[in-house]
């Protein structure tokens, strides 16, 4: 077999080309510190590096998520100390009004400082947060969530019920709502104890309405009652319990009962506690417990203190409204702290997801890095091998070019 000058030519080159190319690649790895430059130096590695990428990429996104929303609700749970601290206030007044020592003109002060009160907690309500959006609105944070019409009723606008809070993704797999809707923390509120209510229909003697709550829950029905007051043949105050039954007509649950001051009057799984001295014809109703605004029970108190007088059906009417707000401040109260635990507990979740995702973006940069990372050792070692095979290389071709007949001639 014959080998041509041109083919003896060509192979040097092709090695001295060759040991050039690999020489320039181990150079580039020991530069980058990287192993894998392309795809086709690693094919089954340069895929789990991207595949680990975009995980770190995603959980990285899952960490400016917590980070841009803790703000918005540590200072949810600000507004909702505020609140509270107001209420607290709130109800030192009602308590404080609800004396006998007190005159018409002292308690118009205390309606017009619970008047206060109520504006602050409107002004609470429409809070924005550093980005302008409404921190109550819910989904619906560019526009004010509670207005306050001509009537001074104030209403809310926002967003409310299932998806009116916008939820953050913390993980793959995980999702966390971003507080809470200005429905759920200030209008959407249980009276009393969430099961009962009661309220004075007529009062023309010094009827009070001490309290109500449930006896016995098996027991208990959704119907209303009412407790109407009357003398029996001897002059004595008796009570009689009854209610509209499904086809309209009236039933009587008791009758012609003796009224004791103070003593609670239990039927249907409830209990009803009333004071003083009923007239003829006065009347209780007690019925299933209904959704009030913190707004609500706040003008009915200051309504109450503005009204009252000094005859002793104006003082026990002032008497059960205070009674009434009481129960349902401490609902809102109670309303204003199950709020505050539950940011108090997505906050700590916060906290914990933090965590667990700095723990896995650690693992899988470790991995990426024990993929595509170089080995320092044996890349210098490689590179002067190269080095000198390049050199070899040349040399040879050298040596190789002289080899012509040209050169003997």
Known sequence: MRISTTQIFQSGINQIQAGQGELNRTSLQLGS?????????????????????????????????MENTQPRMQQQESLLQQGTDALQRARELVVTGNNDSQTRETRGYLADELRQIRDGLLEVANTKDPNGEYIFAGTKSQNQPFRQDGDGEIRYEGASGAGSVREVAVSADRKIAVGHDGAAVFMDIPENDGRVGAEVVENNGSLVLQKTGVTSVSDLDDRDYRITFDENGDGDLVYSITYIDEDGDTVSLEDDVPYVSGESIEFAGRSVTISGTPEPGDEVLSRPAENFSVFQTLDRIIDALERSGDSASARADLASASNTALADLDAVLGNFSDKRAELGSKLKAFDQQKDLNEDRLLDLESAVSQIRDLDYAEAISRFNQQQVALQAAQQTYTQVNRLSLFDFI
């Open 33 to 65: 510190g990287k192993r894998i430059l392309s795809p086709s130096d690693d094919p089954s590695g340069a895929t789990q590096i991207n595949q680990f990428e975009r995980i770190i990429k995603a959980t990285k996104q899952f960490q400016r998520n």
